[in-house]
Nanobody
Framework: QVQLVESGGGLVQAGGSLRLSCAASGRTFSHYTMGWYRQAPGKEREFVAS????????DNADSVKGRFTISRDDAKDTVYLQMNSLKPEGSAVYSC????????????????WGKGTQVTVSS
């Protein structure tokens, strides 16, 4: 029942914009760092951006700096990725992640992942 669900992907021309959303359910992730990753066919999963509790610290991959913006709305248990100036090489499945989430039943941290949303950037 605890899950992250991404939405907002689609087909866009190079230079265009999309906003991805990642909604949490089953529990709140408001006190945890959350991030976005992407994986293109035949390539390894790549870090895109992350944001800490209350948005205090933001980290962006060099490949997206100046173009992508991560944000969160803890009242909605949702994290966003605003993607501007999209490039064809940005085509990938974008997934959100909540690392090291403590689960009392397991007495250990759990790394949660959404199933991803496809972003395709045409040239």
């Amino acid at each position: 029942q605890v899950q992250l669900v991404e939405s907002g992907g689609g087909l866009v021309q190079a230079g265009g914009s999309l906003r991805l959303s990642c909604a949490a359910s089953g529990r709140t992730f408001s006190h945890y760092t959350m991030g976005w990753y992407r994986q293109a066919p035949g390539k390894e999963r790549e870090f895109v951006a992350s944001i800490t509790w209350s948005g205090g610290m933001i980290d962006n991959a060099d490949s997206v700096k100046g173009r992508f913006t991560i944000s969160r709305d803890d009242a909605k248990d949702t994290v966003y990725l605003q993607m501007n100036s999209l490039k064809p090489e940005g085509s990938a499945v974008y997934s959100c992640n909540a690392p090291d989430v403590f689960v009392a039943e397991l007495a250990s941290p759990v790394n949660y992942w959404g199933k991803g949303t496809q972003v395709t950037v045409s040239s």
